[in-house]
């Protein structure tokens, strides 16, 4: 069984920064991509961003500058460093990873959710 594990999410104010931490564990074999995603009440869930084989990353126009995904491949844990956060940023962050596992194939996984609250 694979499970993503989310943490470091709370309340902040504006033009503060927050660093959200997934770490993924189970029967893993390889880890194709991982990546944020974010839903905010009554909107659709969207990307973030994501980091891929070799360390490519990808980041959303409007986080551009002011996220950024990277990872640790020993602890298969992906981080996104969140600075100058905005009131729209506000959301739960959710983690999302393809993992190859043991008897399991190429899936896709997602953590639980982190709230995110940037207000004042």
């Known amino acids: 069984q694979v499970q993503l594990v989310e943490s470091g999410g709370g309340l902040v104010q504006p033009g503060g920064s927050l660093r959200l931490s997934c770490a993924a564990s189970?029967?893993?074999?390889?880890?194709?991509?991982m990546g944020w995603y974010r839903q905010a009440l009554g909107k659709q869930r969207e990307l973030v961003a994501t980091i891929g084989s070799g360390g490519l990353t990808n980041h959303a126009d409007s986080v551009k500058g002011r996220f950024t995904i990277s990872e640790d491949n020993a602890k298969n844990t992906v981080y996104l460093q969140m600075s100058s956060l905005k009131p729209e940023d506000t959301a739960v962050y959710y983690c999302n990873a393809q993992i190859l596992a043991l008897n399991r194939g190429l899936r896709d996984y997602w953590g639980q959710g982190t709230q995110v609250t940037v207000s004042s």
């Open positions: 189970g029967s893993i074999l390889s880890i194709r991509a």
